[in-house]
């Protein structure tokens, strides 16, 4: 399906079919990454299991730290289509890869049946959501049309978390959600990839709408923070074997926070592209480990389950944060020059996740207090790093 989506935008006449395209690949996407994730948590055993992640994550990243130059030379070159003919070819390699060495996997205990309705729900308001902080600054926040939208996202949601608490077999069992560590590693790691988003939006208007550059030499810019972030998958398997998870989460939070205010106080290029990879390698070790951690804080019976739920919190939130980013800079920047607005945003987010990062070892710390989890003076290996969880 990425595949087939990959080759519809390049084939695209227009906007319409272009934006039909792209929906069959974020749906071709969001099969394969929680699927990957389990496989390898339930392929590999669990002393390589980490390095395995980890090391899946590097190579993943590498594409990230790509992007941006590559896709900057084939926008001035060949032309932008040629983006999507190259994911054709490796999409086609990456699925013979897979019919060829991954070996098949399921829990033949597990219920065949979909919970149509709580799917339906959480689509209905995830979209209502996004769509009510996308539009809001155009719409009017207080018009009847935006207050109509975040009514159907509130009342939607409401009906979700209801329909899974009934449902035989729910979409989403909410007991999940009673292990204190993953809920601890899943917010820390939806802020950090609302902030690599953010981050990386901000940082493509200032270099190319502020300081002029062409998508080829802010591509180039780019690399520095991206290909921190390739590293970050490697990093984040080997601080495991020496820290519990959401220690890790809480350093990459206390990174990116850091990166993210002061990117905002600076703006010669000597200090510039070391703050942005510092920033890069804060975020990127963020959302990457989160994917990790989260195998590493629940059963492998439910690894697939967990890496689900992460992926639709690190995909809607930040849909949601760049939404609401550009409205935000709409609304400022008619009263104080575009860059100012840029660091405003990079400011608050910064605080935001530094704050987050705090409130993670905090809780982290009274948990450890009352004997629930280990503490960090335990050595990671004694267990493999497992942080175990609160609640069935």
């Not at 994550?57 to 003919?85: D, K, S």
């Not at 989460?249 to 990116?256: F, K, Q, R, Y």
Request: proline residues 6%.
């Amino acid at each position: 399906m990425f595949a087939a989506g990959s080759v519809g935008c390049a084939l695209a006449p227009g906007l319409g079919l272009l934006v039909v395209a792209r929906i069959a690949q974020g749906v071709g996407a969001a099969f394969v990454f929680p699927v990957s994730v389990a496989v390898i948590t339930n392929t590999f055993p669990e002393e390589t299991r980490v390095r395995a992640l980890g090391a899946v994550f590097g190579v993943a990243n590498i594409g990230t730290a790509l992007g941006p130059f590559v896709g900057g030379g084939f926008t001035e070159g060949p032309g932008w289509r040629w983006i999507f003919w190259l994911m054709a070819p490796l999409s086609l390699v990456s699925l013979l890869a897979a019919l060829v060495y991954v070996p098949d996997s399921r829990d033949t205990s597990a219920p065949r049946e979909l919970d149509l309705a709580g799917c339906f729900l959480i689509v209905c308001s995830l979209a209502a959501l996004t769509l009510a902080v996308e539009r809001g600054d155009a719409w009017g926040w207080a018009s009847a049309r935006t207050l109509a939208f975040f009514a159907v996202a509130v009342v939607a949601g409401g009906l979700f978390l209801v329909r899974e608490r009934l449902a035989r077999h729910p979409l989403v069992d909410l007991r999940l959600f009673r292990n204190v560590p993953y809920v601890l590693v899943t917010g820390m790691g939806s802020l950090s990839n609302m902030g690599y988003g953010v981050t990386v939006f901000l940082a493509t208007l200032y270099l190319q709408g502020v300081r002029g550059l062409s998508p080829l030499l802010a591509g180039t810019v780019f690399l520095a923070p991206a290909l921190l972030v390739a590293v970050s998958g490697p990093l984040g398997a080997r601080l495991a074997r020496h820290m519990r998870p959401t220690a890790v989460m809480a350093l990459a939070g206390a990174v990116a926070g850091t990166g993210m205010y002061a990117l905002a106080q600076v703006s010669a290029w000597w200090l510039y592209v070391p703050v942005f990879a510092w920033c890069g390698l804060g975020l990127g070790l963020g959302w990457t480990f989160s994917s990790v951690a989260t195998q590493q804080v629940v059963a492998p019976a439910r690894a697939g389950e967990a890496s689900g739920v992460l992926l639709t919190f690190l995909v809607t939130l930040g849909a949601i944060a760049l939404a609401g980013t550009a409205a935000a800079i709409s609304a400022m920047t008619p009263e104080r020059p575009p860059e100012e607005a840029y660091d405003a945003i990079l400011r608050l987010g910064g605080v935001v996740i530094l704050a987050t990062a705090v409130v993670v070892m905090a809780v982290r710390h009274r948990l450890v207090v009352l004997g629930r989890i280990p503490p960090l003076s335990m050595r990671a290996g004694d267990d493999a790093g497992r942080e175990p969880g609160l609640g069935p």
